[in-house]
Nanobody
């Protein structure tokens, strides 16, 4: 099983980035996928969750800190999850991870992608 994040980078405040999470080794459509971020010196922060269309309601949920600015989506045909991030703020600076719960393994996340928002 692999979750591989990409799309991070450095942007100025107000800028945009689109992160991707490519999954392999799982039937992607059957899994709820979560975006989590971790800023330097801080603990993990839940960002968004997109439920499975197959096993769940297919809905997407967001933390209050990103609601209205971030949009999560999934393309089950491509086994890929996306996080469109608009109007980025310095406090969005963090390593962003996608994660899921695997049978017999539990919580599993990718290696992360760095997002830096600064002047």
């Amino acid at each position: 099983v692999q979750l591989v994040e990409s799309g991070g980078g450095s942007v100025q405040p107000g800028g945009s980035l689109r992160l991707s999470c490519a999954a392999s080794g799982i039937t992607f459509s059957q899994y709820h996928i979560t975006w989590v971020r971790q800023a330097p010196g801080k603990g993990p922060e839940w960002v968004s969750k997109i439920n499975s269309d197959f096993n769940g309601d297919g809905k997407t949920y967001y933390a209050d800190s990103v609601k209205g600015r971030f949009t999560a989506s999934r393309d089950n045909a491509k086994n890929t999850l996306y996080l469109q991030m608009n109007n980025l703020k310095p406090e969005d600076t963090a390593v962003y991870y996608c994660a899921t719960d695997l049978p017999d393994v539990g919580y599993y996340r990718g290696q992360g992608t760095q997002v830096t928002v600064s002047e």
